[in-house]
């Protein structure tokens, strides 16, 4: 293991985090994945040749304990992807307020008690990287999934704020943006009625690789795919009351989304 390069990604038992990790260990990095569910966590950990640890990273004091420990085995960590989320699909009136609360915790705050944790072990690398998975829900904000919509753009402008924060400290921090992800946790096209939307529905192996194209090219900022997730953001920032107007009137047909 001598040499090799230590990335540290959440929510690592399954979906975008899984493909995380296989991806970066064949490219040589040395993962450390973290997670809640402890035998979907050792046995990726096994087939790739990584090390876990079990955490919720809603829980501050347990990531705290468990980057230590991580730490005292490898004081260099030249890699951290937060990408640990759970899905809130209701709108802020109908959602039951504990997912309110868990969605925040785990999807905003869950990145911010990580990147602290895991700070020393960032400026103890010279070329030290983080990804934070925003999803465009983080630019777009959408009625149906408002709460998951706000933790995701508090988690945008933790992202922005960090890379101006950091980059002095030569620590880049790179923003990935996906779309609709099929993944175990958020199954999405059982669940979209839109046949436009379910058309650029992608696999976690998708989001992966732009990870690794964030990190190995120094991009800030990445929405994947592009279209249409970036048009809309641009357009919500451009002429919000349409956007509303647009989104309020397709917002029936898309409840489940």
């Known amino acids: 293991m001598a040499g090799q390069r230590v990335a540290v990604i959440t929510g690592a038992s399954s979906g975008i985090g899984e493909a995380t990790a296989r991806a970066l260990a064949k490219k040589g990095w040395h993962c450390v994945l973290l997670a ?3 035998a979907e966590l050792e ?5 790739i040749g990584g090390e876990c640890e079990v955490c919720d990273v809603s829980d501050r004091a347990q990531v705290d304990e468990v980057a230590a420990r991580v730490l005292a085995r490898h004081p260099a960590i030249g890699l951290l992807v937060n990408n640990a989320g759970v899905p809130a699909r209701g709108s802020f009136l109908d959602i039951d307020p504990e997912l309110v609360e868990r969605v925040t915790a785990v999807n905003y705050l869950g990145s911010v008690w990580c990147l ?15 990804v934070n998975l ?6 777009v904000a959408f009625a149906p999934a408002g709460a998951y919509a706000a933790a995701k753009h508090a988690q945008l402008a933790f992202s922005r704020s960090t890379a101006a924060l950091l980059r002095p400290e030569g620590i880049q921090v790179h923003t990935v943006m996906p779309g609709f992800v099929e993944t175990e946790g958020f ?20 989001v992966a690789r732009a990870i690794i194209e964030a990190v190995e090219k120094g991009k800030a900022e990445m929405t994947v795919p592009w279209f249409p997730y970036r048009i809309s953001a641009i357009a919500q920032a451009l002429v919000p009351r349409l956007f509303s107007r647009l989104v309020t009137g397709r917002a029936g047909q898309h409840r489940d989304e």
Do not use: M, Y
């Open 36 to 38: 809640r569910r402890a």
């Open 43 to 47: 046995r990726i950990a096994g087939e």
């Open 116 to 130: 602290r944790a895991f700070a020393p072990g960032l400026r103890a690398t010279q070329d030290a990287h983080v």
């Open 134 to 139: 925003v999803s465009v829900a983080g630019t």
């Open 187 to 206: 199954p999405q096209r059982t669940k979209l009625r839109s046949p436009f939307l379910r058309r650029f529905v992608i696999e976690a192996d998708d």
